[in-house]
């Protein structure tokens, strides 16, 4: 089988699937005795162990079934649940992540993981901790490691099991242990499964399977299982009809003898059985009530009655292509609009203005699909956060909160790494010893919050803890010594700026180096990652109080709304996410307050920001008529006013990047291209009111 196309959603899928144990992990984590979690965990864990062997990766698949062994242990109650097992699955879902990522990456999937499988053993055999209770082999180990034999038998039996077999065997019936193994590459296991108990019941009665009816119904085993048969037919022809069924690699079939069972079986049971069992196995209809066939069923019988998926995955690089195409058209259609209105002609408008509206309804939807939750970012810090408390002693709680807030696909691909390094910092340098905060009168678990949320055309996501803050000083005292900031710099430097010095390169309060780091590490890529996004981060922080990180991020990086305005003879766009109203106002408005000009504005005053000073516009003619345009501005709960010569109206335009050569330049964000073919520069007016 060609698998190379299936890579892809292979890499998906087991991204979720892993993603899914993670979440159900810190659920079983937080309610040890709820079963029903371990069933979901161990439902991910067999997809994902199914998809890999079926690809080829066996060290993958290999680590997966050890770690399904434990939780079918756990799910069957033979195992209780303690911190160390948590500590060993997790650990065994942070391997099966690094193999996933390195086949995503180009590379095998290969890793070292023999110490864990270890402790998966000693697990699965009751060693690893003391408070774990005496358990039998786990059925789908013994299927891997164990050979079927007439002495050393692979199932388990009851009493009244072992005289059903102990009586055929008395009346001229066999009785065997089948042992059933199909093709690695099988893919429909259930029904091969299906296929080979119909061949049974047509010769003989299957007494017992394991695993269970259900669980091969569920697919839920490895390649192999076993069944306990009785049956007038010998092993040899037994074994040629099931060998017939396609995808069946081996088929081993063992007598079981009389001297097995007889002497394990009390002669009561054989006093009440002897009368009722061999006549009814005789008639075919065995007295135990024999394993019912397995139901054959397929995705398409299994979904009638529900609702059929709507989903598909779609490669990321074709939307971009459609994104690039659809930029196109809004170009053209700024044109068409702009020679609808030079002609004037009414058919012409009429069909132009339902162009515009259609494809109005086109790009929200092309936005749309590229739009993501961040959840898929913030999903994998949970279990991160568990790991670092436990590795640092502390207790922390890990709070998140808008994890359906919707970004850009190319910007949720870039900013996973730098929210890595902000919350281990918080963790390990943020929050303090439970020792620690009792002494400042805090409680001992501290709290980290991950939020998002939208403002305006931008995401923002903080990073907010409890903890002991930014030391002002040791801050300052650091950068002074680093040659970052000079002595005279450092006398007018606001606590703000002093916060924000800790992105600088290189820079590090940590007193002691760890694999977690201080607060610092690290912190001047992620400064510089999202800047590249056309974002940025600010810090506040009080000391002994904690610490918030803001990023902002742009909600998508293509198609914008703006409002267009004129000064002299050029036209920028100001986006309109920014913009509360637009304004006239007379020369006599304008007051004066340390030596900035401002207005007041509803009660507020607002500084004016005249656009021809910042961009260095050059005038003709002084503007002599009194009057001024204002385009009122906010970020966060800053106004601003910018003033213009005049408004041109609103267009949706498509953000291009100004390129290598013009990089840093203040308050420009980027460039569009307008329907008469000019180009807008467009204004960045977070820029503007910082």
């Not at 079927?148 to 066999?174: A, G, P, R, W």
């Not at 399977?209 to 669980?215: A, D, M």
């Not at 009414?346 to 109005?360: A, I, P, Q, Y």
Request: proline share 2%.
């Amino acid at each position: 089988m060609e698998v190379n196309q299936y890579l892809e959603m292979f890499i998906e899928e087991s991204k979720e699937h892993l993603q899914a144990c993670g979440e159900h992990l810190l659920e079983l984590e937080k309610n040890p005795e709820d079963l029903a979690i371990v069933g979901e965990i161990f439902r991910s864990a067999h997809t994902l162990k199914g998809m890999s062997a079926t690809m080829g990766f066996e060290d993958l698949a290999d680590l997966t079934h050890k770690m399904e062994n434990v939780l079918d242990a756990i799910r069957n109650e033979k195992i209780k649940v303690t911190p160390e097992i948590f500590d060993v699955v997790f650990e065994s879902v942070d391997h099966l992540e690094e193999m996933v990522y390195d086949i995503a990456d180009g590379g095998d999937g290969k890793r070292d993981v023999q110490v864990t499988v270890e402790k998966l053993k000693l697990i699965e055999s009751g060693e690893i901790a003391a408070t774990t209770v005496a358990i039998a082999p786990v059925e789908a180990t013994q299927i891997v490691e164990t050979k079927v034999d007439t002495v050393n038998l692979k199932l388990t039996y009851d009493d009244f099991e072992k005289t059903v077999l102990l009586q055929s065997s008395e009346q001229d019936y066999n009785a065997y242990e089948i042992s059933i193994t199909l093709r690695e590459d099988c893919l429909l296991k259930a029904a091969r499964v299906f296929m080979v108990f119909e061949i049974l019941e047509k010769n003989g009665d299957v007494i017992k399977s394991s695993p269970t009816v259900e669980r091969l119904e569920e697919e839920q085993f490895d390649h192999q299982f076993y069944v306990a048969y009785i049956s007038k037919e010998n092993a040899e022809d037994l074994q040629k009809m099931l060998m017939k069924v396609s995808e069946v690699d081996l088929v081993e079939v063992s007598e079981i003898h009389q001297d097995v069972f007889h002497q394990s079986v009390t002669s009561n049971v054989e006093l009440e059985v002897q009368d009722t069992i061999v006549p009814a196995l005789v008639e075919q209809e065995v007295a135990t009530q024999p394993v019912q066939k397995p139901q054959a069923t397929n995705n398409s019988s299994k979904a009638t009655g529900h609702a059929s998926s709507k989903t598909i995955r779609v490669n990321i690089e074709r939307l971009d292509i459609l994104m690039n195409l659809f930029e196109e058209l809004a170009i053209d259609r700024g044109r068409l609009l702009s020679i609808a209105s030079e002609v004037n002609h009414g058919e012409l408008n009429e069909t132009v203005e339902r162009m515009s509206r259609t494809m109005g309804d086109l790009q929200n939807i092309v936005l749309t699909m590229r739009m993501v939750p961040v959840e898929t970012v913030f999903n994998r810090f949970p279990k991160m956060v568990r790991q670092l408390s436990r590795d640092l002693n502390k207790k922390i709680t890990l709070d998140v909160i808008g994890a359906e807030t919707e970004l850009d696909r190319t910007v949720i691909d870039e900013i996973g790494d730098p929210l890595v390094h902000l919350i281990r910092n918080s963790v390990d340098h943020g929050i303090e010893s439970p020792e620690a905060r009792l002494a400042k009168g805090k409680p001992e678990e501290g709290t980290v919050q991950l939020r998002a949320y939208h403002s305006g055309n931008y995401v923002f996501i903080e990073i907010e803890d409890d903890g002991a803050g930014i030391n002002r000083d040791r801050v300052l005292a650091k950068a002074l010594s680093k040659g970052i900031v000079t002595h005279e710099q450092s006398l007018t430097m606001t606590d703000k700026q002093i916060n924000e010095l800790i992105l600088a390169s290189g820079f590090s309060t940590a007193e002691v180096i760890s694999d977690v780091s201080g607060r610092g590490v690290g912190l001047d890529v992620v400064k510089t990652t999202i800047e590249s996004l056309g974002g940025n981060i600010s810090i506040e922080s009080t000391q002994n109080v904690g610490s918030v990180f803001s990023i902002q991020l742009p909600l998508t990086l293509s198609i914008i709304s703006v409002m267009l305005v004129e000064i002299e003879k050029e036209i920028y766009a100001i986006p309109l996410s920014s913009i509360i109203e637009t304004s006239i106002i007379r020369n006599s408005d304008i007051l004066n307050a340390h030596n900035q000009k401002v207005i007041d504005f509803r009660g507020k005053v607002v500084p004016l920001v005249f656009l021809e000073e910042i961009f260095e516009v050059p005038r003709k003619e002084l503007k002599e008529d009194g009057f001024h345009s204002v385009v009122i501005v906010r970020k966060g709960d800053k106004l601003a006013g910018l003033v213009v010569d005049s408004f041109i109206g609103q267009q949706e335009i498509v953000l291009k990047a100004l390129g290598d050569y013009l990089t840093n330049i203040f308050a420009i964000s980027g460039a569009t291209i307008l329907g008469n073919g000019k180009v807008a520069l467009i204004v960045d007016c977070n820029a503007l009111l910082k």
